[in-house]
């Protein structure tokens, strides 16, 4: 089992940056992919980012791509999303989410049996 913490949402207004973290704990978080998640409200969960185990690959949602960018601190057990220019559509629950399959490493979308934690609110003000 891998438990997920997220931390780092709140409220900011059009424009800002904001840093999302999520700390891991349970298992060998170098085993993993790991990324993020969002709901926004009325709306389906949608894949935002993903990194591979050794944090060499990353892939991004098109609505985010060279505004949010995903890193990963494996001495830490921590993932991180750097999110800039943020827009109101950016508001949504994000969540922390692992690859339930080891020492796998892809581009897929998340499931839901994958690892995922609780969400921490990300809210833009226009």
């Known amino acids: 089992q891998v438990q997920l913490v997220e931390s780092g949402g709140g409220l900011v207004q059009a424009g800002d940056s904001l840093r999302l973290s999520c700390a891991a704990s349970g298992r060998t978080f170098i085993n993993y992919d790991m990324g993020w998640s969002r709901q926004a409200p009325g709306k389906d969960r949608e894949f935002v980012a993903r990194?591979?185990?050794?944090?060499?690959?990353?892939y991004y949602a098109d609505s985010v791509k060279g505004r949010f960018t995903i890193s990963r601190d494996n001495a830490k057990n921590t993932v991180y999303l750097q999110m800039n220019s943020l827009k109101s559509d950016d508001t949504a629950v994000y969540y922390c989410v692992a690859d339930r399959r080891p020492y796998y490493s892809g581009s897929g979308n998340w499931r839901e049996n994958d690892y995922w934690g609780q969400g921490t609110q990300v809210t833009v003000s226009s």
């Open positions: 990194i591979t185990r050794s944090g060499g690959i990353t």
